[in-house]
């Protein structure tokens, strides 16, 4: 793995199909190779060429094997003074401590269930 440093006016120079740099997490890859490979098309690695496209990636929700992959296109890292914060991941398939979210969808459904039945009722009463 390559331990250079490079700085943000360094890669966005590198905004073309010629050469695709992006910076992920603080990490500068040259994704210019896998162009034509990525799944969601050229485009999308284009969009963030010469960019910080954290965020970009991590909204995506990319799998374990395409984070495996990335260490294919590294080569460096963001210089020490123009880092930025990296922020912890924020994927939860499933958490049972917030059953409070739960209970709140639960009764987003229920009251109208109820309504509906109580106005069958009366409607059946009335017209019978």
């Known amino acids: 793995m390559a331990n250079k ?4 006016q360094e890669v966005k120079k590198h905004n ?3 050469s ?5 997490h ?29 965020e970009a990636f991590e909204d995506v929700g990319h799998s374990t094997d395409a984070r495996e992959l990335m260490t294919k296109y ?3 890292e963001i210089v020490e ?3 930025k914060p990296v922020q912890a991941k924020k994927a939860q ?6 059953k409070s979210k739960s209970d709140s969808s639960m009764r987003s459904w ?19």
């Open 5 to 8: 440093e490079y700085s943000f």
């Open 93 to 98: 398939w499933h958490d049972d401590s917030d």
């Open 110 to 128: 229920l009251l109208p269930v109820i309504l509906g039945v109580v106005a069958t009722l009366i409607y059946r009463f009335y017209f019978q």
């Open 74 to 76: 590294r080569i460096g």
């Open 81 to 83: 003074s123009e880092r």
């Open 26 to 54: 603080n990490t500068v890859y040259d994704v210019t190779p896998f162009l034509n490979e990525h799944p969601g098309g050229e485009e999308v690695l284009l969009e963030q060429a010469g960019k910080d496209a954290s």
């Open 16 to 18: 073309n199909n010629q």
């Open 20 to 24: 695709t740099w992006v910076v992920i």
